[in-house]
């Protein structure tokens, strides 16, 4: 195989376990795997990446990226590139794939996908993207936007989007409302299940992900809310959070 991956890391011990490393290197050494790679969104991303890129022995690096995405990202692969030579994967480029449900949207509905990945491959540290066929048309859709130029008819239809999605978009490695969380719940974990659930079509993939969090959001509900205007995209937590327990929960 070309690529071990350590998918969704977000713990220094994962990241660095002997026994991974180990089992890797034997991997590599008998010819069976050629490069290690991890991948994070999470809150603890800049530890996780920075620990990465110190470390030395890894060869990718997995980082949601697209327009407006968290201000360190870009410094971070640039990091990556320049000190370590590594591959740098951009996932999460469509933003949520709200567009998919946005009836008065449809105007862009195919020129965002293809907007959204011109923007990400310009940036010329990244090394490709990683994205989600729904549908069959979307291999041409998506190839078309391979090796050309972002436009300003693209950066229109990026802002259409941002426009459309305020206050409901979650972005990833941010965490500034968990600390206003009395419950300590992962809300940023809650909310991207939402997103599955919701926007990607993934149902089944929601419902798993959220039966298995040592808290979920049933406590939303009755709670004060002391996390609302803690979210800087604008997001109304507790809203979302109640509407998320009651897709993800069954019975």
Known sequence: MDLVHIHSCDELDRLLDPNVH?????????????????????????????????????????????????????????????????????????KGAKHRGLTDFEPYADSYAQAALKWALSNPDISCAVISFFEDQHVDEYIAASGLPFTPKDRAALDAYDARIAGSYCGPHCGQCLGA???????????????????????????????????????CATCSAPCTGSCPYGIPIQERMVRAHDLLTIG
Not at 47 to 69: C, E, K, S
């Open 22 to 94: 180990a089992a890797f290197a034997q991997l590599k050494q008998e010819g069976k795997a050629r490069f290690l790679g991890f991948s994070t969104h999470t809150p603890n991303l800049i530890n996780v990446a920075n620990a990465a890129v110190a470390d030395g022995r890894f060869d990718v690096m997995m980082l949601a990226y697209h327009p407006g995405i968290w201000a360190p990202i870009d410094d971070i692969i640039r990091r990556a590139r320049a000190e370590q030579d590594m591959g740098v994967v951009a996932m999460k480029t469509l």
């Open 181 to 219: 969380c009395p419950e300590g719940l992962p809300i940023h974990d809650v909310l991207r299940q939402r997103m599955y659930f919701e926007d990607y079509g993934w149902e089944k993939e929601g419902l798993s992900q959220y039966s298995k969090l040592p808290r979920n959001a049933a406590a």
